[in-house]
């Protein structure tokens, strides 16, 4: 049997239904968020991340946002995700702006694997 969703997770999708039909997938203690199969977004320890690339990298960074990073073998190690700014919960036009800005990232990163 499946765990349950946890509440946060459900609300991040609630509030990402703006850019569009979003689900989610546990992986790795957390949960990635998907639209169209694309993964734009990570949650963990009630935390929302959004995927950067070099160039989108700085706008989260002039925000005062945190990368993502996880500890392995005493290492610290970071993703392309950084924090999702913390007024865009209590703004759909902000959480709009900064969630396409992560999809089209994944688009990008998607396309030049193919």
């Known amino acids: ?9 459900l609300f991040v999708l609630d509030s990402l239904q703006i850019l569009g039909a ?7 203690g957390g949960y990635g968020i998907y639209k169209n199969s694309v993964m734009f977004a990570l949650i963990v320890d009630d935390s ?6 070099e160039q989108t990298k700085e706008m989260f960074v002039a925000q005062g946002l945190l990368a993502f990073s996880y500890q392995k073998q005493g290492k610290t190690c970071y993703l392309n995700y950084y924090q999702c700014p ?7 036009e902000l959480m709009l702006h ?14 030049s694997r193919s």
């Open 86 to 92: 913390s007024d865009a919960f209590d703004d759909e």
């Open 22 to 28: 979003v689900s989610c997938k546990a992986m790795f």
């Open 98 to 111: 900064w969630a396409k800005i992560a999809y089209h990232v994944a688009l990008q990163a998607n396309s």
């Open 1 to 9: 049997m499946p765990k349950p969703v946890p509440e946060f997770v």
């Open 48 to 53: 929302l991340y959004f995927k950067v690339n």
